[in-house]
């Protein structure tokens, strides 16, 4: 109903009390400040001004529309800094998603780092698989996402771009009493007999009687634990021994030993994933900051 310009002009003629004061404020003649407010008048269905001998003020209408204008200026003005700010990656949110090993040390040092660099800037953590983080970024949902391309492949979309960020070797994790602990780096069939505690899901599984096919033989027995916590919890209590990713590895408590598996260890390939369309300035801030972190959350 009202345009920005007509309120900026209100605003002015009403804190000038004049419209040559106004006009002078807004590189504006007289006579076109007085042809707008006459317009913006028959807008709002009648007078916004009383015209005085020495200049104008405002009508109760006036007063009324005028502290809306102020209202609506202020709202936009800040809303043109906080998009200055998104732009300059110093400001507005950053939406990140990553998997849940990524989450244990990997993502936080990089956002640690962040938020010293750009404190202004709110991040909102997502967590969950690869392919839910993919079609999330795709969609807009997110700005950038660390995935992998366990078990099944990196899935590809139209609008999203992925970079490398390492390759994530896998370990076994054993309880310190265990007859292998101390061996650095085991032959897998050595663990023939043991129980083996796996995820819940479909997909973990599918890790385990891999790796374990490639050193001939099927685990005997798995326990179906879903949480990390939990496969920790039962390995020190000498209820079964797991997989565990480098990424993992910060989180093993002290009661585990964490082994090498050697020339059948598996591996895999954890990525960068942010918008192929104009990537915001603070999620390209924040890649950079995850290939730094990558040295320092992983195991050699």
Not at 74 to 94: P, T
Not at 103 to 127: G, K
Not at 203 to 227: D, N, Q, S, Y
Not at 272 to 299: C, K
Request: proline share 5%.
């Amino acid at each position: 109903m009202f345009e920005t310009d007509a309120l900026r002009l209100l605003v002015a003629v009403a804190e000038t009390g004049s419209f040559t004061k106004a006009a002078a404020r807004l590189d504006y003649t007289q006579s076109a400040v007085s042809r707008r407010i006459a317009s913006l008048e028959k807008a709002a269905g009648g007078p916004l001004f009383e015209r005085l001998a020495r200049g104008v003020r405002l009508t109760p209408a006036g007063r009324a529309l005028y502290r809306h204008a102020v209202e609506v200026l202020a709202r936009l003005a800040g809303a043109a800094d906080e998009m200055a700010a998104i732009h300059a990656g110093r400001g507005g949110r950053l939406r990140v998603g990553a998997f849940a090993t990524a989450n244990i040390s990997l993502v936080p040092a990089a956002l640690r780092a962040f938020a010293r660099s750009r404190p202004d800037v709110e991040i909102v953590a997502a967590e969950g698989r690869t392919g839910e983080l993919v079609r999330r970024l795709a969609e807009g949902a997110l700005d950038l996402a660390v995935v992998s391309d366990y078990p099944s492949g990196l899935p590809s979309a139209d609008a999203v771009t992925t970079e490398v960020l390492l390759e994530d070797e896998l370990f076994v994790v054993l309880p310190r009493d265990h007859r292998l602990a101390g061996a650095g780096t085991i032959d897998l069939r050595e663990l023939r007999d043991e129980t083996w505690l796996q995820d819940v899901s479909a997909e973990r599984p599918m890790m385990l009687a891999e790796v374990c096919g490639r050193a001939g033989f099927a685990p005997k027995r798995i326990t179906r634990i879903a949480e990390w916590t939990g496969k920790f919890g039962y390995a020190a209590a000498g209820l079964g021994v797991a997989l565990v990713p480098s990424l993992a590895t910060w989180a093993v408590p002290d009661e585990l030993a964490v082994c090498r598996l050697g020339d059948l260890a598996p591996r895999r390939t954890v990525h960068v994933a942010l918008p192929t369309a104009a990537p915001l300035p603070a999620a390209r801030e924040l890649r950079e900051l995850l290939r730094a972190a990558v040295p320092r959350t992983t195991t050699g």
